[in-house]
Structures are given as structure tokens and as C-alpha cells.
């Protein structure tokens, strides 16, 4: 940030020698499990039209609880290793890449592209409708190249391998949370995230503790005052941050 002072700018009026933009494309999983929701409901199985579809998920899946349950417990979900559905998300991924590769940017600026969205999910999800995928009106969506919430089922190398998928070269950084409800064995842990890094991963984060604690840390935050999480990218004591963030905390798959 050089530069501000002798020039008396702030960094966003030019104090600085380069100026910075960054983009940031959030919630990976909830576009590409919803389009895969989609392309089988609608392409392939042929089961509606596809105003009929958006029609239903416009309405936040009303009378149609059972088909939301299909789609969340039978459709393929990103976060499992499963090539059908993680191709779309790659193909979004690339889309994004090079739609900022050709745009034409203002010289003496630096721009920047990640996959990865801090706690916008969240608060991006609660002014949102439902989505394709079964989430409905008001959820979080899907964080940074996190799976959806809890639908990670094919453990915790699957997660890995989906999120590597991910172009991660064409991104300055990322953001993959892993939540563990106690210490893994150490050395476990050590190839669990080189692996990762060899495949090309570019940021892990852990939380190791159990969604039990969480919980009653909800319940009695005058006991766990001294509880840390890992959010996105920085921690944060577990009792001072927004309810809605401890939720999406503690809802993510635990190992």
C-alpha cells in the first residue's frame, strides 16, 4: 500500500502505484449441482419442460417436497469426486476465466479472479430464491469450492479430488473447509493435505471440532469464550460471530 501517504490518496483513490480489482465467483456447488438437476430432469429423463421446472423451483418447491428430496438425496452432487457433475463445475469455472481474460481492463490496475466467496453465501442466499438443487428460499448457498453442505457423502479424499478439479492455476487463491471433530492421526493428516497440494489444490482450512460443541456453545457461549473457527480465510471466536455463520459452520460435513 505504498504510496498513499506521500500522495495524501487513499488506496481506492489512486494513492497506491497499482491499483487492485478482485472478482470473486462464489458458490461453485450450487450452480453446478443445480444445472445437473436440470439436464436429468429436464433433458434426459424428460420428466417436465423446463418453464414447468422453474415454475416449481420459483415457487420454492411448494406440493413438491417429495421431488426436492430427489433431487437432494438422488441427483449427483459436486464434493463427491463424481466426474458428470464436476464438469460442470469446471466448465463454469473456465467460462468465468476466460470471460475476464477477454475483458478489456484499464491500464495501471491489477485484476484478480478466484473461486471463493467469504460469507457471501450467506447473505447472498437469504435475499435469494430457491435453486435447482433443492435448496430452498433464504439458505445459504454453497461456500467458496466447498460442496453443499452435507452432501459430501463420498468422504473426505472425494471432497479433495472434486475441488482440484477446479482450474485451480487461473486462481490467485481459493478456499476448501475441511471440518474435523477431533485431531486427525498426524501423519494421516500431512498426506491428506499434500496430496491435495500435488493435485494442484491452492488453500485448505481446518476446523477440529465437533458439531456437539458447536452446539452447546450455542446454547452456553458464556463456557466457550476462548472457542476459535476458521471462517474464511481468518479465525474468529465461535460465541462473537452472527448466528447465521455459526450455522454454516456447524451444518458442514464433519470427519
Known sequence: MDGCIEKCMDVQAGGVKYLTQYYQLASIATAADSLLAIKKLVYEQKRFSLPEFMEIVNNNFKDHEPLRQEIINRIPKYGNDIDEVDELAVEITKWAYDLMD??????????????????FNIWKGLMMGATPDGRLAGYANSKDQNPTQGLDINGITARLKSASKLLQSRSVTGGLDIKFSKMPNTDIFIDLVESYFEMGGKVLAFNMVSKETLLDAQKHPEKYQSLTVRIAGYSDYFVNINPFIQNDIIKKTEY
Open 102 to 119: 477477454e475483458m478489456q481492463f484499464e491500464e495501471g490496475r491489477l485484476f484478480f479472479f478466484s473461486i471463493y466467496s467469504l460469507t
